[in-house]
């Protein structure tokens, strides 16, 4: 069974940018996609872009399109999601997720990591 | 992008109530659409893919149906461990999109 493990916390300054991990063991990694998901306090679920792996091209929300970069390391199995000019808006936590699948780029997000909070705050 | 909007909101129950969400997606969506609970402080969880597929070790009490516009999740008899927060969500269409969430409270 695939697990994510994603990195720590992130306080972060506006306009500055945030790189959050998610290393996926145990399971096929390169033919599944990583997509990332994004909660602000008290709020929903908002999709942000994903990848898959073998592949390398990401697609991303228009909201987001050319302020976040996802990229995935297959020699470590590890997706990145990359998001700059950051403003307090951005304060969310952040998690990836796996399609369940193969070689699909969206469906049913069978697996989750354990999110990622990115707090914005001068 | 497409719009899912869930009803109700909030919902109050007691143990062993039937339960049940709607989700309307704004335009025909076939059965692209799953259902996931998140409970306070955790990632959510999968638990009907498909509209009417059950996750493999959720349990039976859960179920989920419907296709095109209309969905319906349904819990059969209400647990004190399903107080969560449920979401829809379409995958017909890039991006995917989530319904604004039913908070799930007992009475």
């Known amino acids: 069974q695939v697990q994510l493990v994603q990195s720590g916390a992130e306080v972060k300054k506006p306009g500055s940018s945030v790189k959050v991990s998610c290393k996926a063991s145990g399971g096929t990694f390169s033919s599944y996609a990583i997509s990332w998901v994004r909660q602000a306090p008290g709020q929903g679920l908002e999709w942000m872009g994903g990848?898959?792996?073998?592949?390398?091209?990401?697609n991303y929300a228009q909201k987001f399109q050319g302020r976040v970069t996802i990229t995935a390391d297959e020699s470590t199995s590890t997706a990145y999601m990359e998001l700059s000019s950051l403003r307090s808006e951005d304060t969310a936590v952040y998690y990836c997720?796996?399609?369940?699948?193969?070689?699909?780029?969206?469906?049913?997000?069978?697996?989750w990591g354990q999110g990622t909070m990115v707090t914005v705050s001068s | 992008d497409i719009q899912m909007t869930q009803s109700p909101s909030s919902l109050s129950a007691s143990v062993g109530d039937r339960v049940t969400i709607t989700c309307q997606a704004s335009q025909d969506i076939s059965n692209y659409l799953n259902w996931y609970q998140q409970k306070p402080g955790k990632a959510p969880k999968l638990l009907i893919y498909?509209?009417?597929n059950l996750e493999t070790g959720v349990p039976s009490r859960f179920s989920g149906s419907g296709s095109g516009t209309d969905f319906t999740f349904t819990i059969s008899s209400l647990q004190p461990e399903d107080i969560a927060t449920y979401y829809c969500q379409q995958y017909d269409n890039l991006p995917p999109t989530f319904g604004q969430g039913t908070k799930l409270e007992i009475k």
């Open positions: 498909d509209a009417s």
């Open positions: 990848i898959i792996p073998i592949f390398g091209t990401a």
């Open positions: 997720a796996k399609a369940s699948g193969e070689m699909a780029t969206i469906g049913a997000f069978d697996i």
